[in-house]
T-cell receptor, first 115, second 115 residues
Framework: DAGITQSPRHKVTETGTPVTLRCHQT?????MYWYRQDPGHGLRLIHY???????DKGEVSDGYSVSRSKTEDFLLTLESATSSQTSVYFC??????????????FGPGTRLTVL | AQSVSQHNHHVILSEAASLELGCNYS??????LFWYVQYPGQHLQLLLK??????LVKGIKGFEAEFIKSKFSFNLRKPSVQWSDTAEYFC?????????????FGTGTKLQVIP
């Protein structure tokens, strides 16, 4: 299994509060990704990172920001959570290390509920 | 931009039945193709992948997929399903260009296997 952890695994929060999700990898992979998974939509890319301090937007980036200060950590922040951001969030990694370089590997996910 | 279509949203089979899940993609260049499986409450796991070579790819747990370039298809098959195959299956495609991969996922097919 890929060495990817996400924290927290479950979170319930209220509308308008800031929320930060963390993804941590031990594989020294260059690329890291944040997806959200919603019924009927599959997985949609929120943001990705191609190196320390190098990030870019995905297809559903509005309302989200990210930071990557170290190779192993990729943070996703909801500045002011809304009910539409209730979802399951998955982190993924790719690009180097002991795992196949051309495949994305996924973390266990974070279930976020915004009331 | 690439896209992926999974035409079957929900499939119900009895144990020992044969399985074929459809996946079609659109992209003008060379692609890498993937099937991921997500068991209830778990993260996505790689089932199999195609990068090049033999278009018939064998994966874990008896699954296989065939890449038919002329039909832009990458259908997943298993000759005899088990109850433990109950899961959601995602087809994914990415341009075969290395580096950062914009992976596009299908919306998923939920497979329910009845004992």
């Amino acid at each position: 299994d890929a060495g990817i952890t996400q924290s927290p695994r479950h979170k319930v929060t209220e509308t308008g509060t800031p929320v930060t999700l963390r993804c941590h990898q031990t594989e020294n992979h260059r690329y890291m990704y944040w997806y959200r998974q919603d019924p009927g939509h599959g997985l949609r890319l929120i943001h990705y990172s191609y190196g320390v301090k190098d990030t870019d937007k995905g297809e559903v980036s509005d309302g989200y920001s990210v930071s990557r200060s170290k190779t192993e950590d990729f943070l996703l922040t909801l500045e002011s959570a809304t009910s539409s951001q209730t979802s399951v969030y998955f982190c993924a990694i790719s690009g180097g290390g002991r795992l196949s370089t051309d495949t994305q590997y996924f973390g266990p996910g974070t279930r976020l509920t915004v009331l | 931009a690439q896209s992926v279509s999974q035409h079957n949203h929900h499939v119900i089979l009895s144990e020992a039945a044969s399985l074929e899940l459809g996946c079609n993609y659109s992209y003008g260049g060379t692609v890498n193709l993937f099937w991921y499986v997500q068991y209830p409450g778990q993260h996505l796991q790689l089932l199999l992948k195609y990068f090049s070579g033999d278009p018939l790819v064998k994966g874990i747990k008896g699954f296989e997929a065939e890449f038919i370039k002329s039909k832009f298809s990458f259908n997943l098959r298993k000759p005899s399903v088990q109850w433990s195959d109950t899961a959601e299956y995602f087809c994914a495609v990415t341009p075969n260009s290395g580096g950062y991969q914009k992976v596009t996922f299908g919306t998923g097919t939920k497979l329910q296997v009845i004992p």
